[in-house]
């Protein structure tokens, strides 16, 4: 059964960082690409950022591009989201989501992170 | 990397198909075959319902289909059912290698 378990949000004020993981389970991490994906309270998704299988191709929102990075580790079948600089329309709830060439075929249950001083 | 363009809400009656758009540019919707669906109960994870366009993972109803024309895909539901009155998204890879999701759709069951 694939799993995927997302940790590290939590309250946080402006302008500071946060490290996001998420662990997988389930599948062969180490031949799948990534992504994290957010939704604001009430609003509509969001694809945040997405890493290939081998963290040779990454790719970000323009609206997180410059504060945010992503990486993995394969060998811990983990995916991580430094975001630094956060602001209070970083608010949201923030999943990881499995690539399957294209789409995202299964999805955690998200972490929340909540920007406000 | 604006949002892909759905209703903000479609309707229908128990029994009666539905159609949800999804328009977007060249660069995304229309320049490729890698649109997809998903649906999202409250609180929950969204979930794939229609890949690569048209395609329908294992154990999704037959009741869901995909298709395309053009910068806009369309996913539609046959039979109506009161299980059916959630949100919808599409999803499209671009150009840039990234991904975009459209604004989102509520079904309603009259």
């Known amino acids: 059964e694939v799993q995927l378990v997302e940790s590290g949000g939590g309250l946080v004020q402006p302008g500071r960082s946060l490290r996001l993981s998420c662990v997988a389970s389930g599948f062969t991490f180490d031949e799948c690409a990534m992504h994290w994906v957010r939704q604001a309270p009430g609003k509509g998704l969001e694809w945040v950022s997405g890493i290939s299988w081998n963290s040779g191709s990454i790719g970000y929102a323009d609206s997180v591009k410059g504060r945010f990075t992503i990486s993995r580790d394969n060998a811990k079948n983990s995916l991580y989201l430094q975001m630094n600089s956060l602001r209070a329309e970083d608010t949201a709830l923030y999943y990881c989501?499995?690539?399957?060439?294209?789409?995202?075929?299964?999805w955690g249950q998200g972490t929340l992170v909540t920007v406000s001083s | 990397q604006s949002a892909l363009t759905q209703p903000a809400s479609v309707s229908g009656s128990p029994g009666q198909s539905i159609t949800i758009s999804c328009t977007g540019t060249s660069s995304d919707v229309g320049g490729y075959n890698y649109v997809s669906w998903y649906q999202q109960h409250p609180g929950k994870a969204p979930k794939l319902m229609i890949y690569?366009?048209?395609n329908r993972p294992s154990g999704v109803s037959n009741r869901f289909s995909g298709s395309k024309s053009g910068n806009t895909a369309s996913l539609t539901i046959s039979g109506l059912q009161a299980e059916d009155e959630v949100d919808y998204y599409c999803s499209s890879y671009t150009s840039s290698s990234t991904r975009v999701f459209g604004t989102g759709t509520k079904v309603t069951v009259l």
């Open positions: 690569d366009v048209s």
């Open positions: 989501a499995k690539d399957n060439g294209h789409n995202f075929d299964y």
